[in-house]
């Protein structure tokens, strides 16, 4: 994933893969959460007002069976070096492979 939270917009885009335009976008909230489609698959997560409405992540995984726990960590890692992109790699969770 790549992230870049925009400090002076108040916003962080959650780049899940490489695309070069949306195809089309849907609300997950209407004010704060937006999700982008390209070539039929959801490629991108906007989050504006990000450390008031972590919450909206979790709305959207459960909505586009996206992966939750990933979402909120790369958005508090971009929270934490604002206006620079982070790269974040999550593997499998360790817990489910012990089954």
């Given at each position: 994933?790549?992230v ?11 780049r ?5 335009r949306y ?49 909120v ?11 620079r ?15």
């Amino acid at each position: 994933m790549r992230v870049d939270y925009d400090s002076e917009a108040d916003a962080i885009d959650i780049r899940l893969a490489a695309f070069d335009r949306y195809e089309r976008q849907e609300q997950v909230d209407d004010d704060y959460c937006t999700v982008g489609f390209a070539k039929g698959r959801l490629v991108d997560v906007e989050l504006l007002n990000p450390a008031d409405h972590l919450d909206l992540l979790w709305v959207a995984a459960e909505r586009y069976e996206l992966d939750g726990q990933a979402l909120v960590a790369a958005a508090k890692a971009g929270l934490a070096v604002p206006d620079r992109v982070v790269e974040v790699e999550v593997g499998p969770s360790l817990v489910a492979s012990r089954a």
